[in-house]
Every structure is written in C-alpha cells, then in structure tokens.
C-alpha cells in the first residue's frame, strides 16, 4: 500500500509559477512509476507527466511540454511538478498517482494508488 499527498496548489495569476509536491508513505517508493493528473470541471482526467522508478525517464502531455516539469526525490519519497509560464487552462486539480512496474503508461486507470487532489487556480 503507498499513501500519496500532494501539496503546493493555490491561485496565481496567469504567467506565474508553482512547484507541486507530491509526499509517499508506504512501501518502497523507489520502485514506482509515478505520474501527474489533473482534472477541470466537467472534463475528463488528463495526462499530465510521468517519471520513471529511478527518474532517468520522462514524459508530457503535449498541453504541458515546454512549461512544466517532473522530477522526484527517492530519499525523501517526494515527487515534484515544477509548473512555470502557467494558463488559465491549467486550473485544474492536481493529483499524484503511483503504479508498480518499469512500463510507461499515461492511462489513469493503469495506475493504482492515486492522493486526493491539490487545486491549482490561474486567473487572467
């Protein structure tokens, strides 16, 4: 079992930055792929980044290339997302998600443990 919480959201105007952080309890944190979420109203779960068990691998979303960035800590069990240049369309909330295994997937459902969501606002 792995416990997720995020952190870091909050309102910004658009062309600010903010570093989400994402803290892991639980088993090894190590061996898990984890990736970045986010969800607007009404819409569906988005792809937003994920970082491989030893972070030597990334990917994006093609809304997010170029302005945010993932990256992760295995000593302290924390993964980041690094969000710059930020647009009203990223409001959304945010959420960590934890998957075992090497195999990159950007499909939610393939991940198993997910943290309950941090609300990123950018207002115009």
């Known amino acids: 079992q792995v416990h997720l919480v995020e952190s870091g959201g909050g309102l910004v105007q658009a062309g600010a930055s903010l570093r989400l952080s994402c803290a892991a309890s639980?088993?090894?944190?190590?061996?898990?792929?984890m990736g970045w979420f986010r969800q607007a109203p009404g819409q569906e779960r988005e792809f937003v980044a994920l970082?491989?068990?030893?972070?030597?691998?990334?990917y994006y979303g093609d809304s997010v290339k170029g302005r945010l960035t993932i990256s992760r800590d295995n000593a302290k069990n924390t993964m980041y997302l690094q969000m710059n240049s930020l647009k009203p369309e990223d409001t959304a909330v945010y959420y960590c998600?934890?998957?075992?295994?090497?195999?990159?997937?950007?499909?939610?459902?393939?991940?198993?443990?997910w943290g309950q969501g941090t609300q990123v606002t950018v207002s115009s």
């Open positions: 998600a934890a998957r075992v295994g090497t195999v990159v997937v950007t499909t939610s459902t393939m991940y198993t443990y």
């Open positions: 639980g088993r090894t944190f190590s061996g898990y792929t």
């Open positions: 970082i491989s068990w030893s972070g030597g691998r990334t």
